[in-house]
């Protein structure tokens, strides 16, 4: 992990962190930041550790409580060593970012998400279909995704297969009893694989399809968390070649990236940095909070227009519904 501290002077300050999966996932850091914040608060309103602990647990390190009933862990350490050669070579800030790259956050506001949860509803029982699971979570990925997808130069045939990679973090399940402090990975991913003539199909069909395989896949790993994991990391390996056909989800509205309070209230704005070159989306919650999403996207100018035009057209249609 790598902290770089930025003070802008009579401004803010920022707080840029680096750090590699291996060590820990996205719940794990978050933690560790608000504890960090924490730490700071009280040791700045004179409050005392003991007052501080008592509201946040400290990370936990201890690996003794991860069960490995399948014998994941040898399989996982040789797929780690046979991409060791490839993560020393691709160590370091990747500095090929296309200059006309431009990033933008859009936000859902509330009315959107609930409109659209509607809109899936009405959409999938007119058409005669059951969808799995309605949340958020899953229909703002069903959106951005769709949106762009859309917005690409059209040089791709329908039948080719693109990609929604998520992960779910698996603290607190009953088969695991893993708690929400646990500092580490404690993750299943996601990979769900749609044809392109399905996602940007018309009438808003495609984001029906893209929410029903999400929703699907989302039930999937409620049920079955350990299933394929023995070829996680080689099939992840797979569809990232695909390249440009794979969109990561990084981040979630309920890691509550704006209650990170180190004593000076809530951040005026968090972003994750790497979506400029990944080819990630990222989602966060809002710092005002009302049930509102923060969807980051880097995209070259041309599509970001695009993106931006195709999104404005479907939150409208989506407005009206009563």
Not at 76 to 84: A, D, R, V
Request: proline share 3%; with cysteine; hydrophobic share 40%.
């Amino acid at each position: 992990m790598a902290i770089q501290v930025t003070v802008m002077p009579y401004s803010a300050f920022t707080i840029c962190i680096t750090f590699r999966h291996v060590a820990a996932d996205g719940r794990a850091f978050h933690h560790f930041m608000k504890f960090w914040a924490s730490l700071c608060k009280s040791s700045k309103q004179d409050l005392g550790l003991a007052s501080f602990q008592g509201s946040l647990a400290m990370p936990l390190h201890n690996r003794d409580i991860i069960q490995d009933p399948k014998g994941l862990k040898p399989i996982f350490l040789q797929e780690l060593w046979n991409s060791l050669p490839e993560n020393i070579e691709s160590k370091g800030i990747k500095r090929d970012v296309p200059s006309d790259m431009v990033r933008h956050t859009f936000v859902l506001s509330h009315v959107h998400v609930e409109k659209l949860k509607k809109w899936v509803s009405i959409k999938g029982k007119s058409h005669g279909l059951a969808i799995p699971h309605i949340t958020t979570f899953v229909v703002t990925c069903a959106l951005i995704w769709v949106c762009k997808v859309k917005s690409e130069e059209n040089k791709v045939n329908d039948d080719e297969s693109y990609i929604l990679a998520f992960m779910a973090d698996c603290r607190n399940r009953p088969e695991f009893s893993i708690p929400l402090e646990y500092f580490g990975n404690c993750l299943v991913c996601g990979n769900v694989v749609v044809n392109r003539g399905k996602l940007v199909g018309g009438l808003g069909n495609g984001i029906l399809e893209a929410a029903i395989a999400i929703g699907s896949k989302v039930r999937y790993l409620q049920r079955e968390s350990f299933e394929g994991a023995e070829t996680l990391m080689s099939n992840f390996r797979e569809y990232a070649s695909l390249g440009k056909h794979m969109t990561i989800i990084a981040g979630s509205p309920k890691l509550e990236v704006y209650e990170t309070d180190f004593g000076w209230g809530k951040p005026k704005r968090s972003d994750v940095v790497h979506v400029d070159n990944s080819g990630s989306i990222s989602l966060s919650d809002c710092r005002d909070k009302e049930g509102r999403i923060e969807v980051g996207i880097a995209l070259q100018k041309t599509q970001m227009n695009k993106f931006t035009t195709i999104l404005e057209v479907h939150l409208t249609e989506i407005a009206l519904l009563d």
